[in-house]
Each structure stands twice: as C-alpha cells, then as structure tokens.
C-alpha cells in the first residue's frame, strides 16, 4: 500500500462535462427543506450552494456519483438525481 493521501489519490480522477446536461438537477423552491440545505456542506465535492436569495442549487462538476444528495432528499423530493450518460461524469482512476 503506498503512502499517498487520499487527497492526493482523488485528485488522479478525471471528471468529462457533459456541457447543457447536468445529471443533477434542484426542483424551483422558494424555501430549501433542511435536508437540502445540509447538502451545501454534506457533498463531499461542494457542488451545491446557497444563493443569495436563500435557495440551494447546483453545479455538477467534480460529481463523484456518490449518493448522497440523492439519499439526503429521497423523502422531499427536491433533485432530480440520474447517472451522467456513459463516457461523462466521472473518470476513476484506480489503483
Ligand atoms: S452525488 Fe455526491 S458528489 Fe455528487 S452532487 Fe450528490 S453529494 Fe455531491
């Protein structure tokens, strides 16, 4: 095992935008639910941020397909969460 950090290791991944395609999408809202506002601080590649109205969006580069969101939101309904199109999103590197 080598003794590289883990920032270091996700760093070696790659993320393909798919350009006018976001695989994630935050329903309009006036108010976001506490759960969707937890997001701006629970996504681990900070992809969500508070506006400054108050409301929550996103911006999906640097995505790792992780769940989170999707699994925070499941019982408001608030994202529309689906996986990126093959060759976008992404690019693990492993090892
Ligand atoms: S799937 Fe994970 S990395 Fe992607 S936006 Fe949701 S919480 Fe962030």
Redesign the pocket.
Known sequence: MSGARIEEKLFQNRYLVDAGRPH?KVRAHAVPSPALRA?VH???????SETDTGAVE?A?D?????????V?TQATGE?E?SYPRGGFG?LYKFG
Do not use: D, F, K, S
């Not at 629970?42 to 969500?48: S, V």
């Not at 995505?63 to 989170?68: K, Q």
């Open positions: 994630i997001l629970a996504c681990p590649a900070n992809c969500y996103v999906t640097g995505c790792m397909e992780c769940g989170t969101c999707r925070l994202i969460w992404v």
